[in-house]
């Protein structure tokens, strides 16, 4: 992993996921039954924590199973030290009060955790690819080629539908974000939904039959009319909000005339790298911001503003 992605949230994720031995089934039990297991809880798309100042993801088996049976088992991989780490997701309405007496459970959205830094980054990761998973799960109970309900299978990595033998594997959806540069300036938009006076790259999904480059073109075309031609990787990050891969750029503006897309934007201006650097530090003049360093979006702002326009040297 190189340094510009292993600071981004979500990015780092130390198991080993084991991938060639899912279906084993009996590794894999092995694995959860052993006392070294661990499960991550979810209620529904919310993790439980346990503690008050200090926030553990962690539950033993007999801990987890004092929630019920749960809707849906992930193997998430192997620690270093061999133990198995799973994800267990389990429907709303969860009565915490009567669960583990002396222990305080916290529901804490995924975002929440990340913004406020309340784990490690390697749990964070793994938080990530746990969300990302059980929200397939719940999304895809149905075969999408027959309509008949599937089941989870490979220790939770496919679904397999036993009316047409058609099988599902985990989706990911490739997003491009990227940053529109024109020397000592980039363009920055902000949709509605944003915070007040927050300002970030710019992104969109990436369509069939499309190259990253030619999507951060589209993307940038489509929501402020600037052209765009040299097109730089940065780097990536899983993105669990379901299940995105966000891929970072930076690109070279060949215009600079802005026409907001207002069905896409409520706003994009160019921005001066000053500015930026204020936004980052919390110290505009007009109290504008950008978003915080568990983003990818803050990381490519950082790099522009220490690095100027070379950061479109490939």
Not at 18 to 39: G, T, V
Not at 98 to 119: E, K
Not at 256 to 271: G, N, P, S, Y
Not at 275 to 302: D, F, N
Request: proline residues 4%; glycine residues 8%; charged residues 20%.
């Amino acid at each position: 992993m190189t340094t510009s992605s292993a600071s981004i949230g979500f990015n780092y994720n130390p198991l080993d996921r084991r991938s060639e031995r899912r279906d084993d089934h009996a590794f894999i039990e092995s694995l959860r039954s052993a006392p070294s297991a661990r499960f991550l809880v979810f209620e529904d798309d919310i993790p439980l924590l346990k503690g008050g100042s200090q926030h553990d993801a962690w539950f033993l088996a007999s801990e987890a199973a004092t929630f019920g049976q749960p809707l849906h088992s992930v193997f998430l991989g192997q620690e270093s030290d061999g133990s198995g780490r799973f994800a267990l997701g389990f429907k709303l309405g969860l009565e915490l009060a009567d669960l583990s007496p002396g222990t305080v459970h916290r529901r804490i959205d995924l975002r929440s955790i990340a913004m406020q830094g309340l784990v490690s980054p390697a749990v964070l990761g793994m938080l990530g690819e746990a969300k990302s998973m059980l929200d397939w799960h719940r999304r895809h109970s149905f075969c999408a080629n027959c309509g008949s309900m599937s089941r989870a299978t490979a220790a939770g990595w496919q679904r397999i539908c036993d009316a047409c033998g058609a099988r599902h594997f985990p989706r990911v959806d490739p997003v491009v974000i990227m940053l529109g540069i024109d020397g000592e300036r980039c363009l920055l938009g902000r949709q509605r939904q944003f915070a007040a006076g927050m300002y970030s790259a710019l992104a969109g999904f990436v369509e069939p039959g499309e190259t990253v480059e030619d999507a951060v073109r589209r993307e940038v075309l489509e929501e402020t009319r600037v052209k765009c031609a040299q097109v730089v990787y940065f780097a990536s990050q899983p993105w669990p909000f379901p299940s995105s891969l966000m891929i970072g750029c930076f690109a070279q503006a060949i215009d600079m005339e802005i026409v907001v897309d207002t069905t896409e934007l409520e706003d994009a201006r160019w921005f001066s790298r000053s500015e930026v650097a204020a936004m980052l530090a919390g110290t505009h003049a007009s109290g504008l911001s950008a978003p915080k360093p568990y983003a990818i979006a803050h990381h490519l702002l950082q790099a522009y503003v220490e690095q100027g326009s070379s950061v479109l040297r490939s």
